[in-house]
């Protein structure tokens, strides 16, 4: 594979192979693809540049450093990588761990009320681990829903995603 000037891809298609559309938002798409050097399937969340000249918004700039900060958490969406391609792709990409359905598709596959208790509770579980690590960081996540919350079906067990909307809150509160 041939990079451009200084071993940066031009596109970050040269680096990965799209497998397809999964999602979209007001921010973009996610694609679920593989990446070339090492055949990982990996979730790409793209974010369009706005072109305005004024760089990336805020949103954007805070999900990931956000996200750098609770990346240690096995109860959080691991971010794997940043790219930014140089050329005329104005678009960022976040790589992410993919994972293979988020929490309301998984709910679907099961008639209403079949749902084995044990998976329930192992995702409340996860679910409170990971709020628990988040808070620890002084972090508001403000859009918790099942479209946010991804299922790893292998060690069943569930992550928090999508940080777009977050906050950090600078100062702890007083106890």
């Keep these: 594979m041939e990079l451009g000037a200084g071993g940066v891809a031009n596109t970050v298609w040269e680096l990965y192979e799209s497998k397809g559309k999964i999602g979209s938002g007001r921010y973009g798409a996610v694609h679920e693809a593989v990446q070339k050097a090492t055949g990982q399937t990996v979730a790409l969340k793209e974010f369009e540049h706005p072109g305005d000249g004024q760089g990336f918004t805020p949103e954007i700039l805070r999900e990931v450093a956000l996200l750098k900060d609770l990346n240690q958490s096995r109860y959080v969406v691991d971010l794997i990588d940043v790219e930014t391609p140089r050329s005329s792709d104005t678009s960022i990409y976040l ?68 940080l777009g909307v977050s906050r950090s809150i600078t100062t702890p509160p007083r106890l």
Excluded: Q, W
């Design 95 to 162: 790589v992410f761990e993919y994972l293979d359905m988020n929490l309301g598709h998984y709910i679907s596959k099961f008639e209403p009320g079949l749902m084995p208790r044990r998976t329930i509770k192992m995702f409340v579980f996860s679910l409170c681990k990971g709020m628990a690590h988040i808070h620890s960081h002084f972090v508001i996540h403000r859009d918790l829903k099942s479209d946010n919350l991804f299922v790893d079906e292998k060690r069943m067990i569930l992550k928090i995603g999508d």
